[in-house]
């Protein structure tokens, strides 16, 4: 029988990838499966953004929000292609929050952690400046602070390729069956795609199922916990672009509780999202009617273009695993993360991950290790803080220009599918189109620019097995392709 796995990770979201990688660099030897396909749940189904959390700070978040506004540049660091630094406008709104508690958050946002790219905040006047000419005129006074986008199932794809690339095996469409103890290892059964089972062993287990959290302790193990997962949903809707300019909106609605518009893909606008308490399976959340109403409502309120049903082009709902704190109110419950450690004398220990967000995955991976750092002797110490994740390692961080100087070397590519591209792999472009000297030898574009030799490389080294990994989460080429486009890029996935 081959040599048990330092570590086993199961679940293939953030959380799992960041963990995996970072346990892979300090020299374990580690595998990490993932049920559906990485990010396939909640790690896809995010605001997209890497931020501090304005709003947390009104729960005192304070450790939270210090930990995310630090990570936020450093992460804008190590993935230049997929973060991008966005300006947020707050309109005023004097009946639901008094103006100096606005300006004491963004003076907290300002100074709770040190920033070298991010600019900092700044008060706007909504009536001459051009930020608010696509709001109604209902308030003069506005504010303006830094935060960051992300293409979030990019980076949980980019955190498991450099695992991969630096020794872990990653395995998508494998569940945790079930998992029991032998003394000091974690005896897992393993079930594919195809329905067969095998067996590995593991020295720790690292329970990373994100909203499967409880069901992998109670049904997977075996287990009871007296630690509980909150599921509460929430909904996006996505619609023709919405007004001119490249700022966010952050806007106050009257039960207190906040809504971003993000400027989407080019021409598009992100509207979400709510919180809505969630008691059913994670795989079958889908937005309710309600929650539509809410988030047009809220748009129609501050936004002088009025949006309907008829404009949304897309939208996706998700639930956030998060640790339950005894709140009442679903927005209150703590978007921090808590561990629970179950490791009895002698035996193996498993480490289960609660709650988190896309912002601090890296800080979460770090204190995973340093909580079971007495059990793995040796361990060697955080390395994740420097250095790029792949395709980062861009000249100056400048994804911009990355994607002029290739358009000049590859004009055949084009200005829109070289800014893509350079967006989606940065310096992995060149496993792409490296060595293309036309169009043609990209072999067929199957619509958006999307080719087979992209798709070759999205099977070989980035584990996409159907067109909905390519359309949906790999790329968001989905919302551009026509529907029919799935079915080709199936059968060109399967006969390569
Ligand atoms: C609506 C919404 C908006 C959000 N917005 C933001 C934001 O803007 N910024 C931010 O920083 N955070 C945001 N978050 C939070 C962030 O998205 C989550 O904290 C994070 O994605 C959770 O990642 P995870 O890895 O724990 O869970 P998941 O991404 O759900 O991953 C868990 C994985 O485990 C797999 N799994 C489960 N059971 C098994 C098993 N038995 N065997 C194998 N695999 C298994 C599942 O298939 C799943 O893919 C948001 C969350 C939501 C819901």
Same mark, same amino acid.
């Given at each position: ?33 993932? #049920? ?13 953004? !890497?931020?501090?959390? %304005? &709003?947390?700070?009104e729960y005192y978040e ?7 506004? %630090? ?36 003076? *907290? ?41 992300? @293409? ?29 103890? +032998? ?45 509980g997962v909150r599921l509460v949903k ?6 023709? &672009? ?13 039960d207190k509780r ?17 919180d809505v308490p969630y008691t ?22 501050? *936004?002088?273009? +009025? ?13 956030r695993?998060l640790f339950d704190d005894g709140s009442i109110n679903a927005s209150a419950v703590t978007r ?5 450690? @179950?490791?009895?004398?002698? #035996? ?27 059990? !793995? ?34 004009? *055949? ?16 472009? +060149? ?13 067929? @574009? ?22 909905? @990994? ?8 989905? %919302? ?17």
């Amino acid at each position: 029988m081959s040599s048990p796995f330092d570590i086993l990770v199961v679940g293939g979201g953030i959380n799992g990838a960041g963990i995996a990688r970072d346990a892979v660099g300090r020299g374990l030897s580690v595998m990490m499966v993932e #049920q559906d396909d990485l990010a396939a749940h909640t790690s896809s189904w995010s605001t997209k953004l !890497i931020h501090g959390g %304005l &709003r947390y700070l009104e729960y005192y978040e304070f450790r939270l929000v210090r930990e995310a506004l %630090l990570e936020r540049e450093r992460l804008l660091a190590m993935a230049p292609h997929i973060i991008r630094p966005l300006r947020f406008v707050l309109p005023h709104d004097v009946s639901i929050r008094p103006a100096w508690l606005v300006r004491l958050g963004l003076f *907290f946002y300002d100074h709770l952690a040190p920033r070298k790219r991010l600019p900092g905040c700044e008060r706007i006047n909504l009536a001459s400046d051009r930020r608010g000419a696509p709001l109604k005129p209902l308030t003069k006074v506005g504010f303006e602070y830094s935060d960051c986008a992300v @293409d979030d199932a990019r980076l949980v794809v980019l955190n498991a390729l450099d695992a991969k690339e630096r020794g872990a095996i990653v395995e998508v469409g494998t569940r945790l069956e079930s998992a029991r103890r +032998e003394g000091k290892l974690w005896v897992a059964t393993l079930k594919d795609a195809s329905g067969a089972t095998r067996e590995v062993r593991a020295k720790v287990l690292v329970n990373a199922a994100g909203p499967w959290v409880a069901d992998v302790l109670n049904h997977r193990l075996g287990l009871n916990t007296s630690k509980g997962v909150r599921l509460v949903k929430g909904s996006h809707i996505v619609v023709p &672009r919405l007004y001119e300019g490249t700022q966010a909106y952050i806007l106050q609605n009257p039960d207190k509780r906040i809504i971003f518009a993000i400027p989407y893909q080019d021409d598009l606008t992100l509207i979400g999202t709510t919180d809505v308490p969630y008691t059913g399976a994670p795989q079958d959340v889908a937005i309710s009617d309600d929650e539509t109403d809410y988030l047009i409502s809220s748009i129609n309120h501050w *936004f002088k273009r +009025e949006i309907s049903r008829t404009d949304i082009v897309w939208d996706y709902s998700g639930v956030r695993p998060l640790f339950d704190d005894g709140s009442i109110n679903a927005s209150a419950v703590t978007r921090d993360y808590v561990f629970d450690i @179950d490791a009895p004398e002698g #035996q193996a220990p498993l480490l289960s991950v609660f709650g988190g967000k896309l912002t601090t995955y890296r800080k979460l991976a770090e204190h995973v290790m340093r909580d079971l750092a007495p059990h !793995i002797p040796g361990l060697k110490p955080a390395w994740t803080a420097e250095g790029t994740l792949p395709g980062g390692d861009i000249p100056d961080g400048d994804a911009d220009r990355y994607a002029a100087d290739l358009l000049k070397r590859k004009p *055949f590519l084009g200005a829109d599918r070289a800014r893509r591209l350079v967006h989606t792999y940065g310096t992995r472009v +060149e496993a792409i189109a490296g060595g293309a000297r036309s169009a043609e030898d990209l072999g067929r @574009d199957f619509g958006g620019g999307l080719t087979e030799a992209e798709l070759r490389y999205l099977k070989s080294a980035e584990w996409a097995r159907t067109a909905r @990994d390519v359309l949906w989460r790999r790329t968001k080429l989905g %919302l551009k392709l026509p529907k029919e486009a799935a079915a080709e890029i199936d059968a060109f996935l399967n006969s390569i």
